[in-house]
């Protein structure tokens, strides 16, 4: 049971680019979310999803995309990157109850020169 | 300006102090949860708290959730070396998000 991965672990870009974070889960989890860290901020929810083909906006939604068109898998597109967005990023799943645990990945730590 | 302020941000201690970690917002909450970080992993659920005045115990960890669902503490009795970590409340909020506080970093000396 491999419960959430994520790919890949690290990551350098140059301003401008683009690229997808990739994120799966096995558990058949329906809640799938994506936060970024950063020091001193905790964890601030970037977009979420309850469900194949359903992806609302969490708190800091903008210049980061997402779709859902399987409950399996959850990526996360950055359009063009910019040094702002250099920060780790973290994948969470879990059932749709506001009691479940949420199930984190390792991570991806991303920079951008 | 985050939903849930957290306090202390840091923390540094002997072993055997007790020590109390405070999460607190100025919305109301459906649950609370406490979640534990370790450097280069994801965070890991210790608690959450559902009912207004809830007190739950794991071992040397109390937690608790305010009256009001607006509030919450984590009292850790007799700290010891592997309790360091990055201790994390996190709260959701009526519509499907789980928002997090900016954390406390423990760091417990022997």
């Known amino acids: 049971n491999a419960g959430v991965t994520q790919t890949p672990k690290f990551q350098v870009l140059k301003t401008g680019q683009s690229m997808t974070l990739q994120c799966a889960q096995d558990?058949?989890?329906?809640?799938m979310s994506w936060y970024r860290q950063d020091p001193g901020m905790g964890l601030r929810l970037i977009h979420y999803?309850?469900?194949?083909?359903?992806?609302d906006q969490g708190e800091v939604p903008n210049g980061y995309n997402v779709s859902r068109s399987t409950t399996e898998d959850f990526p996360l597109r950055l359009l063009s990157a910019a040094p702002s967005q250099t920060s780790v990023y973290f994948c969470?799943?879990?059932?749709?109850?506001?009691?479940?645990?949420?199930?984190f990945g390792d991570g991806t730590r991303l920079s951008i020169l | 300006t985050q939903l849930l302020e957290q306090s202390p941000q840091f923390l540094s201690i002997q072993e055997g102090e007790n020590l109390t970690v405070y999460c607190n917002s100025s919305s109301v909450f459906s649950s609370l949860q406490w979640y534990r970080q370790e450097p280069g992993e994801g965070p890991v659920l210790l608690v959450t708290v559902v009912t207004g005045g809830e007190v739950k115990k794991l071992k040397r960890l109390t937690f608790q959730f305010g009256d009001a669902r607006k509030d919450s503490s984590l009292h850790i009795t007799a700290a010891q070396p592997g309790d360091t970590g990055l201790y994390l409340c996190a709260g959701w909020q009526y519509g499907n998000k789980l928002v997090f506080g900016a954390g406390t970093i423990l760091r417990v000396k022997s």
């Open positions: 999803s309850v469900g194949a083909g359903i992806t």
């Open positions: 558990m058949n989890h329906e809640y």
């Open positions: 969470a799943s879990s059932f749709l109850n506001s009691n479940q645990p949420q199930h």
